[in-house]
């Protein structure tokens, strides 16, 4: 039986080639922009510049309690966000405070949070992810996309590949059902289209390291069904797990910045060994997309990771997975990371 299955607000979404008209009816309106610089230039390559002018613009990386109130006072009836998951998350957090339209034009495909009504930027969310807005209409240039480093856009592949060790953490709970926590059912119907991203991830996998069209567009694709998926059973159980606890504790925890996609497929790789899980299946697909499996690359040293894996398992409430049931020390992590260094599974 399905027990939880919330209605479901499902946006307006373009992904393709040629959607400048659609562009260009979102800036008619006169919407407040929130962007970064490098967002603002590649807009302004695209549609004419006395279309935002007379507009107001906020960088968000200037976000804070001020601006916000600039937002409620704004006459503008929607609020358009350009940039990665973080100009989006402030935005999401804005409308859902201003019950604003929201249109959501991504520069890069690093996560699926144009797709989802939760906020995990720690701008804003002190601790997990908070409620937000999901947006009203998604546009996803694959034009806009591919002049983007290809490292940001293939960061995105690690959202999905989550899936793998969150679905395992949650028929763990469905097994175990300890008396601390109280979540829902293994839900067998959600987890399978959950686990049919994560194939359709692997069948893409080549286009997406290539970063051609096709590859592109199956990636955005698959963001927004993943974020479909969160909103349609009303948690991220399916595709959120002990990975995205660690990736969480790096970014609450630290002030470097992290790809959030980068961290998530890290998190994925150590979880699987940690679940018994195949490693290997994971680390094929990482491979052939190109994920990077060396913290040097990610950005991370042996240390900052295992106090990361400490507080990993405090970062959400109710939420049961393997680094609960293992419940490890910090000698235990230091082996395991030795380990995985040692077999090449991650690399210093
Ligand atoms: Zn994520």
């Not at 027990?3 to 407040?32: A, Q, R, T």
């Not at 991504?106 to 989802?116: K, V």
């Not at 230091?334 to 210093?348: C, H, P, S, V, Y």
Request: aromatic letters at 8%; proline letters at 2%; hydrophobic letters at 40%.
């Amino acid at each position: 039986m399905i027990e939880k299955m919330k209605s479901c607000y499902i946006p307006e979404i373009h992904i393709g080639i040629n959607l400048k008209n659609e562009i260009i009816k979102v800036f008619e309106e006169k919407p407040d922009i929130v962007a970064n610089q490098d967002s603002i230039k590649i807009i302004r390559g695209f549609i004419e510049d006395s279309l935002i002018e007379n507009q107001a613009i906020y960088l968000a990386k200037d976000f804070d309690s001020i601006r916000l109130k600039n937002f409620i006072h704004s006459k503008a009836k929607s609020i358009v966000a350009m940039g990665g998951g973080a100009a989006i998350d402030i935005v999401k957090y804005i409308s859902f405070l201003t019950k604003k339209r929201l249109i959501v034009i991504p520069t890069i495909l690093s996560t699926n949070a144009f797709a989802t009504s939760k906020i995990c930027s720690k701008e804003i969310a002190t601790k997990g992810s908070i409620e937000a807005k999901i947006p009203d209409k998604v546009i996803i240039s694959l034009e806009i996309i591919k002049k983007a480093d290809k490292r940001f856009n293939i960061a995105g592949a690690g959202d999905i590949l989550s899936i793998y060790t969150a679905n395992y953490d949650w028929k763990l709970y469905d097994n175990e059902k300890p008396e601390e926590f109280d979540e829902d059912n293994y839900n067998e119907t959600i987890a399978n289209v959950s686990l049919s991203l994560l194939n359709s991830l692997e069948k893409n996998a080549r286009q997406i390291k290539e970063h051609t069209y096709e590859g592109l567009e199956s990636l955005a694709q698959l963001l927004i069904l993943s974020g479909y998926i969160t909103s349609m059973y009303g948690n991220g159980r399916p595709e959120s797990g002990s990975e995205h606890l660690f990736a969480n504790s790096i970014e609450l925890n630290f002030n470097n910045k992290f790809l959030h996609g980068e961290l998530v497929a890290l998190g994925t790789l150590i979880m699987s060994y940690l679940q018994n899980q195949d490693v290997s299946y994971i680390m094929d697909i990482i491979n052939i997309i190109g994920l990077p499996r060396s913290l040097t690359e990610i950005g991370l040293t042996f240390e900052e990771i295992i106090d990361a894996l400490i507080k990993a398992k405090d970062m959400k409430k109710n939420r049961y997975t393997i680094l609960h049931k293992l419940n490890l020390s910090r000698s235990e992590f230091e082996n395991i990371i030795k380990e995985l260094i040692k077999k090449n599974i991650i690399m210093e």
